[in-house]
């Protein structure tokens, strides 16, 4: 479903961040990709959303190469990919049910579908009390937990996250690997990058390890190890 | 994904969450409300500028004109016959007639606190005063040739002895030349305040505005990644910028109610009977249009322009 094809990203100072990079991701998979700070691993994310163009090689997403499509085929792809991040980037001035909702806007659903969807998904991450708070009022693991809401409100045929547990504790960590996994089972794709080598043990899914821009492991229920 | 709201429900969002960013954003909301309203508050007073000095030049132009003063034994009829010969000039605009009657109780009028002046004309018995036509020129530069015409054509005369007591233009030739200047510099020195002035209060507007979306552009960048369109992104941002000028521009408008009040006597007598609290009454609905366009204007296209760079990714 995912496929890179020798990728690679350099920048303009000439720093590599990727070196001909290539793997598969088959759908409902769960694969998470380790390695140090500098590794390639948001760079690989980047490439996959279409933030960044790589300086060689393609792309794929199912069958078309992201990098080919126009303003507002990648509106409609990202709708298609949900995003946790490590900062959670929500939205500071509204409250949970408008962070979710906003995200149902920009993908032009109905207003029945927005009142009905949102609850729905906030309480699979077990945060219905705290509809109407607003992100300064919620703690980080709450946050990362409204985020994954958004993420998964749209019913996307993946989700990325990235360093999703930096931020957090072990309970929160824990928390939010539990419902990842969670989403996995339930039929989405989830990519995970991290460097908390608890996570990936408990895992026990497929590991790709990263290292100065190389893919120096894959494994398909891999351990992380140095 | 199917798209399934309308155009309506996504018009409606964009205003309503343009709404809520504008109470959510207090702080800077105020912040940049007061500014627009400097920005508008610049523009009031430039126009109002404009209006004061239109009227002061039209005063004046009006104060312009020609007097000629039959001697009292002149007839009216032959007073007449020079008004209608006057007036067939191409440089003229109107001949108003004053009979000896209407200059004498004008001249009482005038002088109806000075006893002394009263007793003399009632011991002198007639009509000391002769009548006089005021004539005036469509344009202020035309008054020189007029009055060389009444002074110098012999066919106004009763048997050689000329009815025209005196022609006063040349006694006024010289203030009218300095007024005329200071009218023109003035006008030229309006026009560039004018644009110097809106110029810089529009940039700083802008730039407060542009502001404002610098510290959303965080925000934009989440907008982008969860695949919201320009239209989608941009929109309450523009709809933030309007309400910044419909706001700035009603407290505008209140502010200018005492304001103009205040200095209402003050402009009165400085120039010439106009007031510029009755001129703000009297034009208010100019003036509302004036402002709010200007305010609407100046937010909506600053937040266009601001938000532009941050919609690249």
């Known amino acids: ?226 | 994904m199917i798209e399934n709201a309308d155009t309506w429900t996504k018009l409606k969002r964009i205003t309503k969450a343009g709404f809520f960013n504008f109470w959510r954003n207090g702080t800077v909301s105020l912040a940049s409300v007061l500014v627009m309203m400097v920005t508008l508050l610049a523009i009031g007073f430039i126009s109002f500028a404009g209006a004061i000095l239109d009227t002061a030049l039209a005063e004046l132009r009006d104060k312009i004109d020609v007097n000629v003063t039959f001697v009292p034994s002149a007839k009216e009829a032959e007073v007449l016959e020079i008004k209608q010969t006057i007036e067939s000039l191409p440089e003229v605009l109107l001949v108003t007639y004053v009979s000896r009657e209407d200059a004498l109780e004008a001249f009482k009028e005038r002088h109806k606190n000075d006893q002394s002046i009263l007793s003399a004309l009632d011991e002198l018995g007639e009509n000391p005063l002769g009548a006089v036509l005021n004539v005036k020129a469509r344009d202020p530069s035309q008054y020189a040739s007029v009055a060389q015409f009444l002074e110098s054509d012999g066919t106004i005369s009763n048997g050689g002895v000329s009815v025209i007591d005196r022609v006063n233009y040349f006694e006024n030739k010289a203030a009218i030349d300095r007024l005329a200047s200071i009218i023109s510099s003035a006008d030229r020195l309006g026009f560039a305040l004018t644009i110097i002035l809106a110029v810089i209060s529009m940039l700083i507007a802008f730039n407060t505005i542009r502001l404002t979306i610098y510290i959303a552009k965080d925000e934009i960048a989440v907008m982008r990644l969860v695949g919201a369109s320009m239209t989608y992104i941009q929109g309450p941002f523009v709809v933030v910028g309007v309400i910044y000028g419909v706001v700035a521009g009603l407290i505008t408008l209140l502010m200018f109610l005492p304001m103009t009040y205040w200095l209402g006597s003050a402009t009165e007598s400085f120039f010439a009977g106009f007031n510029i609290f009755s001129y703000y009454v009297r034009h208010l609905p100019e003036m509302a249009f004036i402002v709010f366009f200007s305010g609407v204007m100046i937010g909506a296209l600053s937040s266009i322009l601001a938000i532009r760079r941050y919609l690249k990714v």
Request: charged share 25%; hydrophobic share 40%; glycine share 8%.
């Open chain 1, 1 to 226: 479903m995912i496929l890179f094809d020798r990728v690679s990203k350099v920048y303009p100072d000439q720093s590599v961040a990727l070196d001909s990079v290539s793997f598969s991701i088959e759908p409902k998979e769960f694969v998470s990709i380790v390695g140090p700070s500098g590794a390639g691993k948001t760079t690989l994310l980047k490439l996959f959303l279409a933030e960044e163009r790589p300086t060689e090689g393609r792309v794929l997403y199912g069958d078309t190469d992201v990098h080919t499509l126009g303003k507002k085929e990648i509106n409609n792809f990202r709708r298609n990919v949900g995003m946790v991040f490590q900062d959670f980037r929500l939205l500071p001035n509204k409250t949970v049910y408008e962070n979710i909702a906003f995200t149902m806007e920009a993908s032009g659903r109905t207003d029945e579908e927005i009142e009905q969807d949102v609850p729905h998904v906030l309480e699979l991450v077990d945060l219905l009390p705290k509809i109407w708070n607003f992100p300064h009022e919620l703690s980080g693991g709450e946050k990362q937990r409204v985020a994954i809401a958004r993420a998964l409100v749209n019913e996307p045929d993946v989700i990325i996250a990235d360093e999703p547990t930096g931020n957090l504790d072990p309970v929160n960590t824990y928390d939010i690997v539990q419902i990842l996994k969670r989403i996995n089972d339930l039929g989405t794709t989830v990519i995970l990058t991290t460097h908390n080598k608890g996570i990936i043990d408990s895992l026990g899914k497929r590991v790709i390890a990263m290292e100065k821009g190389k893919i120096v492991r894959d494994d398909k229920s891999g351990k992380y190890f140095n």
